[in-house]
């Protein structure tokens, strides 16, 4: 089992959808949670990122963590073409250093 | 600031061959990282540098070897490629998260895209 799992998509939904992107994994020390969006041919860049568990607000996204569960979530509300990219979950113990964790990511289509 | 470079773009090597890949950042941080990316396996650490003259093996170090040449540079050399070396290369340095609930945010550079025939 990979220490940190996550649909590969694609997933295709139309503008102004809300749209639900998940993680599970297995590392029950994992506590620190982020959210990254990757552009085609471009690298990774920090959308969010979530401490313990509990919910965290940016405008149009919402990122939502159960470590009971051991599921991490991003909602996108009002879904734009802008918005299509992967979406890759990560995950740490510590928070810093080499201990970082990445799920194979999701592909988004947001279709106008 | 031009945040995270990287050279080259793109490289196409026989197997066997060597190169050396090159990231430079420009925001003062300490830390930096070399990761490749596979299809369905998600970012895999090769290499980190804490600081200047530190080195770690990551989760993939097997079949390469890195510098930290300043607070700046942090090259990643494969000295004999193999076809399984086929990925695309991003480089990543951080800023320490302050205080106990924040986390270092990395930052990339635009990859590279190996190709070991």
């Known amino acids: 089992q990979k220490e940190v799992e996550q649909d590969p998509g694609p997933l295709s939904v139309p503008e102004g959808a809300i749209v639900s992107l998940n993680c599970t994994y297995s590392?029950?020390?994992?506590?620190?949670f982020m959210w990254y969006r990757q552009y085609s041919r471009k690298g990774p860049e920090l959308l969010m990122y979530?401490?313990?568990?509990g919910n965290k607000e940016d405008g149009r996204f919402t990122a939502q963590v159960d470590k009971s569960s051991k599921y991490i979530s991003l909602f996108i509300r009002d879904s734009q073409p802008s918005d299509s990219a992967t979406y890759l979950c990560a995950m740490s113990d510590v928070g810093y250093g080499q201990n970082f964790v990445f799920g194979p990511g999701t592909r988004l289509s947001v279709l106008p | 600031n031009a945040g995270v470079t990287q050279t080259p773009k793109f490289q196409v090597l026989k197997t066997g061959q060597s190169m050396t890949l090159q990231c430079a950042q420009d925001?003062?941080?300490?830390?930096m990282y070399w990761y490749r990316q596979d299809p369905g396996m998600g970012l895999r650490l090769i290499y980190y540098?804490?600081?200047?003259?530190?080195?770690d093996k990551g989760e993939v170090p097997n079949g390469y070897n890195v510098s930290r040449l300043n607070k700046r540079e942090f090259s990643l050399r494969l000295e004999s490629a193999a076809p399984s070396q086929t990925s695309v290369y991003f480089c990543a340095s951080s800023d320490e998260g302050w205080g106990a609930t924040s986390t270092d945010t990395q930052y990339f550079g635009p990859g590279t895209r190996l190709t070991v025939l």
């Open positions: 590392n029950s020390a994992f506590q620190y």
């Open positions: 925001m003062n941080h300490n830390s």
């Open positions: 540098s804490a600081s200047e003259g530190t080195t």
């Open positions: 979530t401490y313990s568990s």
